[in-house]
């Protein structure tokens, strides 16, 4: 039995759920909601005994069953108690929130991405934080500054530099073009804006599932991705990778780098699963990678 967490069922994950099933393994893929509202739990946790059981449709399994989990899920949000007052919904979703802390990192299982303290998927950073994480690796890494007001913000726009630029005040955050007639119109309060550099150069990907890397670029007109050559990647790269990689404590990730012609590598993100672009280049190999370490074993 696989377990697949999932904040929701994208392409990556529906393309996981019928590899694991291809090689033959049951698997059951559940988000939130099928957490909350279509799963019964029965969980005793003690120092020297764990016991787990599960109903799940027709499926029931126990610890033992569960031979690995891959995990994509981060948060419950409190509109799936959408009958509960505010206080009790966020409350709920505080306590399924420590439950599942508490499930993934009893299990003797695989557990890919093993949780964070704030995050079931792995751990998740702030930009800030995680720019600072490449830069402690070695990392040449963009510019990031977070400014008071829109009219702070609106004084970079002056430059040549590439910006972009974010209101951490709204709900969603949304990385858009520099633009000082628009930054203009955020006040001086709480929202706070936080400007982006981008660097002039070739868009580079690296997922590391553990310590094997599959990389990927993208053409100069950014239209097309295809394979790239892991000798085309300088040596020291891949070192500072795996050392970042260790750090944040993840078994598969992936790397967004910006190469200048001149062969200069800039750290810009990272995403804690595989993008569809990348899926579509290295499709099963990169599949049966993961699947591998999700089971703790090679599987044919």
Known sequence: MILILAQYPRHFVKKLEEAIQQKGLTVILLTPFDIVHNIKISY??????CSLQMSYGASLFCTQDIKGVYTELDTFLPELWEFFSQKDAQFAAMEWQALWQSILNSLACSVVNPPAMDALGGTLLSPLELL????QTGFEIPTMVVVESGQLASELAQGSVHLTYTDLGSEQYRELPINKKALLCYPADEDQIRIREHTEG?????????????????????????????????????????????????????????????????FCDLRRYPSDETLSVHGDVLLASIINLITGKEIL
């Open 132 to 135: 600072d994480r490449a830069r």
């Open 202 to 266: 070739r868009a580079v990907c690296i997922i590391l599932v553990e310590d094997k890397p599959f990389a990927t670029f993208w053409d100069e007109k950014q239209k097309m991705i295809m394979p790239l050559h892991l000798a085309d990647i300088p040596e020291h790269i891949i070192k500072k990778l795996l050392k970042l990689h260790a750090l944040l404590n993840l078994r598969v990730a992936e790397y967004f780098f910006s190469v200048t012609p001149d062969h200069s590598w800039t």
């Open 44 to 49: 005793a946790l003690s120092t020297n005994k």
